[in-house]
């Protein structure tokens, strides 16, 4: 059984930071590409940031680029995404998703999902 589990959400004021990790079992977890998305109140969910397989390539949403940072650890089975400089804006639940692609850079190229957690950004 696959399981992706977020954790690192909270509470934190403009232009702090956070840090988010997604641990996975129940997969060989180095042979999928790894991605976070994000879904704010009323808003489908929105592509983040994005890691290939072997850590060799990175991709970031414009509205994070600069900001955030996903980088993985194979040997922990787990993705990271460093949030720094947040903005009330960057308030969502927090996903990440696993897809045996190339890249995962939408819903449709994501084949397990976490169940997310909470980042909100106060003013």
């Known amino acids: 059984q696959v399981q992706l589990v977020e954790s690192g959400g909270g509470l934190v004021q403009a232009g702090g930071s956070l840090r988010l990790s997604c641990g996975a079992s129940?997969?060989?977890?180095?042979?999928?590409?790894m991605g976070w998305f994000r879904q704010a109140p009323g808003k489908e969910r929105e592509f983040v940031a994005a890691?290939?397989?072997?850590?060799?390539?990175?991709y970031d949403a414009d509205s994070v680029k600069g900001r955030f940072t996903i980088s993985r650890d194979n040997a922990k089975n787990t993705v990271y995404l460093q949030m720094n400089s947040l903005r009330p804006e960057d308030t969502a639940v927090y996903y990440c998703?696993?897809?045996?692609?190339?890249?995962?850079?939408?819903?449709?190229?994501?084949?397990?999902w976490g169940q997310g957690t909470q980042v909100t950004v106060s003013s």
């Open positions: 998703a696993a897809g045996n692609r190339g890249w995962v850079l939408s819903t449709a190229e994501c084949d397990y």
């Open positions: 890691i290939t397989r072997s850590s060799s390539g990175t």
């Open positions: 129940g997969l060989t977890f180095s042979i999928y590409s």
